[in-house]
């Protein structure tokens, strides 16, 4: 079935423009196969005209087989005085073997005459030459009207003969871009609306960012007729970056009725979206609509109870249709509901008027007043409520550590070393390790200790940590929470620790961790066991 709104992923080429992301050749192979099996209909590759990587690209992708996209490769208008079958740029984009063509041309006339400085009929000859040469080459033409809705409050007639003469040449959609993202959405829409009385040629939107609406500014386009929506994932683009598919793909599916994917893809949003995210080595944002791990998350008690009883009230789509899931903060704001669904989450169930309900939320209460949290350490509210229940084990028991920290010579290296004493199975062990500072080398030390009685200690890793001063009020004696984030190669999870001293702090937080992964390896232990 054809889908209502076509989608234009733009991540390898705009999406590149953005501070901080850069891909391989490899790498936007990768992510153009994901996007082909997510379904969107067009990947624009990149600018074989300007860059190596770009072309080789275009040269690898077309040894794949995608099962839907079309790939895009993208491109400006000729220059002045020179046909466009005799530019080298325009003739890049045919090198590049793809089944559709995009080409931007100027529609903003201060840009026309301030930027190129050409004569604005020259400009119009260059959109009309470069569009019917693409399309006599055989190639589906998008023409990008750039800065089109600057260019239509300023002089709109010149920015609608500038549509005309990519129209008059056979462009198969007209997009019309918001390149400085400081339109605001209804004027997209009216402008849009306007446009789509004007031209038979089906239109486009692509949106910028820059004050906060690209997103609005395209479902406003769709809704006033636009059949083509372009973005990037996760939002990367220049500046404030690009209007982001990860919120406009379920808004229009699901609050729009436009089919876009389907709704199996659909429920792949948010492993597309990291999918990406780490591929551009960046942290993805928890903040984001849909996608964002604090998506549907909920913290305050009354909100809370609430959603226990109906996520309805709070929640306005169901996380599981865009792959997300519901996630149950636990604080000092938190009530009864909190804790129980909380510990529902780790296989405990919990009724709402029994002793240790209460006492867990005192408990987290009281340590919310020193400074706790456990947003972010969810594996030490696991912990908390199994001391609640006295269904911990201890695992070992610390009788002691010391750290020293020392510089050698006024150039020298500064070297940090950790001794610890701990009893395990009734054995006292007694190590001594060096680290890269005196946390890790506390780690370090805790880990050779353990790995004798607990090998399976060797899987764990520290992949973050974190700290923050409580109080600036009492200077260096204020209390700092650490918060620690380990891996054993298979999942994550979050520790917390709260003390004046941050060694303890640390220490406190390495425990916690330390001993979730122990009762993780205890009860897949129990399970195989049961399974026999």
């Not at 446009?195 to 500014?217: E, Q, R, W, Y």
Request: proline share 3%; hydrophobic share 40%; net charge negative.
């Amino acid at each position: 079935m054809k889908p209502d709104v076509l989608i234009y992923d733009t991540t390898l080429r705009d999406g590149t423009q953005a501070e901080g992301v850069s891909f391989s050749v490899a790498d936007k192979v990768r992510i153009a196969c994901r996007l082909d099996e997510f379904g969107v209909d067009y990947i624009e590759g990149g600018w074989p005209g300007s860059n190596p990587k770009d072309m080789a690209f275009f040269e690898e992708i077309r040894r794949c087989r995608l099962a839907r996209a079309k790939t895009v490769a993208f491109g400006s208008t000729r220059r002045a005085g020179i046909k466009a079958a005799e530019e080298s740029n325009v003739l890049d984009l045919l090198r590049a073997e793809t089944p559709s063509v995009a080409v931007f041309g100027k529609s903003w006339l201060l840009h026309v005459t301030d930027v190129l400085r050409v004569d604005p009929e020259e400009n119009l000859e260059m959109v009309g030459d470069t569009v019917s040469f693409l399309k006599q080459e055989g190639r589906e033409v998008i023409f990008d009207a750039e800065h089109f809705f600057d260019g239509y409050e300023d002089d709109p007639e010149y920015a609608v003969r500038v549509l005309e003469a990519a129209a008059e040449a056979g462009a198969d959609f007209l997009a019309l871009c918001d390149t400085n993202g400081g339109t605001l959405h209804f004027r997209i829409a009216e402008i849009t609306e306007a446009m789509g009385t004007k031209f038979s040629v089906p239109l486009g939107i692509h949106c910028h960012n820059d004050s906060g609406l690209a997103v609005a500014g395209s479902l406003s386009a769709v809704r006033a007729g636009a059949r083509m929506v372009q973005g990037t994932m996760n939002g990367y683009g220049e500046r404030c970056g690009n209007a982001n598919l990860c919120s406009i793909i379920p808004s229009l599916q699901l609050k729009m009725g436009c089919e876009c994917v389907s709704p199996d893809q659909l429920s792949q949003l948010v492993d597309v979206a990291r999918f990406v995210d780490t591929l551009a080595n960046l942290r993805p944002s928890h903040r984001d609509p849909y996608v964002g791990e604090s998506a549907f998350a909920h913290k305050g008690g009354m909100h809370v109870d609430a959603v226990r009883k109906n996520p309805r009230t709070f929640e306005h789509i169901l996380p599981e249709k865009v792959g997300n899931h519901r996630r149950i903060l636990v604080s000092e704001l938190s009530g009864k509901s909190n804790v129980i669904l909380k510990a529902f989450e780790f296989g405990v169930d919990l009724e709402k008027d029994t002793p240790e309900t209460r006492q867990i939320l005192e408990e987290v209460k009281r340590l919310g007043s020193e400074g706790y949290e456990f947003e972010g350490a969810e594996a030490s509210f696991k912990i908390l409520v199994q001391k609640a229940l006295k269904q911990h084990r201890d695992f070992f028991r610390l009788e002691g550590f010391r750290v020293s920290v020392e510089k050698r010579g006024s150039g020298g290296e500064v070297v940090s070393v950790a001794t610890i004493k701990v009893k395990v199975k009734n054995e006292i062990e007694h190590t001594v390790a060096e680290g890269e500072g005196p946390v890790d080398a506390l780690n370090n030390a805790l880990r050779k200790a353990l790995r004798p009685f607990y090998p399976s200690i060797r899987e764990l890793k520290l992949e973050d940590y974190k700290v923050r001063v409580l109080s600036s009020e009492q200077g260096t004696a204020s209390p700092v929470r650490v918060l620690v984030e380990s891996s054993d190669g298979r999942d994550i999870w979050g520790t917390v620790g709260v003390s004046e001293n941050i060694i303890e702090a640390s220490w406190r937080a390495l425990v916690d961790s330390v001993d979730y992964k122990l009762l993780r390896d205890l009860a897949g232990d129990k399970e195989s066991g049961e399974k026999k």
